[in-house]
């Protein structure tokens, strides 16, 4: 019996740590990042998405369109017409976010190691809202590195930091149906193991 209880519980671990896995895994591959920090916000509240670099990017240019639902969400405007307000990361020359068509372009002309921040656009929400992984998208995104090669990615998914307040009640939803289930499998196993000793004797 208790082979069989060591083989549910080592089972349900394989089965659940993949699972953990998934989104992490979901933007390995992508050479840029988008996060925010928490997928909860209020009406008017203001916060930032933050842009930074998966791979090592060796001077160049960068250009990608920002798409979110225009009815829930809204640039800060920065300190000219049309632009959006925008903290650029330091060893870059140059970040801008168009407000009217939503493209972000970014030029360094310095080695950018892996996991620097780009820049940090100030964002507010038009209503109280519960943001998701395709809340907010990078999209058309277009690198351009010291060699002139023209690289194009594939559509990038926001990235949610904290992501377990996505819904603060639903880990500890998850983990009492865990636990019960396992009570239960358990007790199954017992009055078997029990009927079947009772059987023998």
Known sequence: MKKII???LFITLLFLIPISCVQADSYANTPIEISINNPLVKKGEEFELIIKNNETFNMG???AKI???TNNLEYLPG???GIAQVEKGSEWLSVLVNSNNSTLS???SQKIESQQIICKIKLRAKKNLLLKNDSIKLEDLNI???SYENKTFPNTDLK????????PNIVIIISILFILVLV??????FIFQKKKTTKQS
Do not use: M
């Not at 949610?160 to 819904?167: C, E, G, R, S, T």
């Not at 239960?184 to 196993?189: E, R």
């Open 67 to 69: 798409t979110f639902d």
């Open 79 to 81: 300190s000219e017409e």
């Open 61 to 63: 240019a960068l250009n």
């Open 144 to 146: 351009i590195d010291n």
């Open 106 to 108: 970014a030029i360094t």
């Open 184 to 189: 239960l499998l358990i007790s199954v196993l």
């Open 160 to 167: 949610i930091l904290n992501p377990a307040q996505k819904n």
């Open 6 to 8: 060591f083989s549910i």
